[in-house]
């Protein structure tokens, strides 16, 4: 009995908020504390859902931004990362890796913005991209460190006196190793790159406007509805890709 209602509980604190989002994005003129004593509208829907709304023009970006950032971290993550693990015998480069998270976002943005204003990058999507790829990078490294272990090595090693080179090595005993995790780190980075606000709103200077960037705008705004609108879409990629993949990633990374 109470493992259920533990469960339940648990199931509720996750599907509220959940529902609060969707209830305020369908919700006109809601006057705390009344709950149904208003009009609904599917209007906002409707109009993220026209080919030329603002909304789903910021959807479609953060979702390339995203994958991009994201793909492009976890293959220079990992390869990097072999690289600290066999040749190099200081810890000074891994704990470099470290620095982008001992300062806040937007003091990070600050330090980075002289160089972006000298090539040009602020304000652009490009500057936006290399800007997350500063912190998605040095995470990819740090989580792909330990995975260079001595069985890595060893079947490395094994393949190499068998007469296979890099390629086949990385084919054959490295990539089907690594497939798991791969898969997560891209999925990490991709969830750092989506909620990304501090760095994208100041590099991109409200040019680049990603759902995150969005979701602050609208709040600023006093327009709840639409703020609410925004922060369902924002949470919906996540979701799918956690539930979608959870067997997946867990079976991959036990399986390692």
């Known amino acids: 009995m109470i493992n259920r209602s533990l469960f339940i509980f648990i199931l509720l604190c996750f599907i509220i908020p959940f529902a609060v989002l969707l209830y305020l994005s369908v919700s006109s003129e809601w006057y705390y504390p009344s709950l149904a004593d208003h009009q609904f509208t599917a209007e906002h ?23 991009s950032v994201g793909f492009v971290s976890t293959v220079c993550g990992f390869f990097v990362s072999r690289a600290v693990a066999y040749q190099t015998k200081s810890k000074w480069w891994l704990l470099t890796a ?8 937007v003091v990070f943005a600050v330090m980075l913005n002289f160089y972006f204003l000298r090539f040009n990058l602020t304000g652009t999507i490009y500057g936006v991209i290399i800007a997350q790829f500063f912190i998605t990078f ?16 060893n079947l490395e090693n094994l393949v190499a006196t068998m007469g296979g080179d890099f390629k ?4 054959e ?19 750092i790159s989506w909620f990304e606000y501090g760095l994208t709103q100041f590099i991109g200077v ?20 639409l703020a609410a609108l925004a922060g369902f879409l924002l949470v919906i ?19 390692t």
Do not use: D
Request: proline share 6%; aromatic share 18%.
């Open 138 to 153: 040095p995470y990819a490294v740090l989580f792909f460190f330990g995975f260079w272990n001595s069985k890595i090595r």
């Open 173 to 191: 005993a490295i990539l089907p190793s690594a497939k798991g995790l791969l898969a997560v780190c891209f999925f990490q980075t991709y969830l």
């Open 237 to 255: 990629p996540p979701l799918i890709l956690l539930i979608s993949n959870r067997r997946f990633l867990l079976h991959k990374v036990w399986s």
């Open 168 to 171: 086949v090595t990385l084919k």
């Open 98 to 105: 470290y620095f982008p998270y001992v300062i806040a976002p």
């Open 206 to 225: 409200g040019k680049v406007q990603t759902l995150t960037v969005m979701v602050y705008r609208y709040i600023s705004e006093a327009n709840p509805y």
């Open 45 to 67: 829907w409707r109009w993220f859902l026209s080919g030329g709304s603002t909304l789903m023009q910021s959807a479609v970006l953060s979702i390339l931004l995203s994958v």
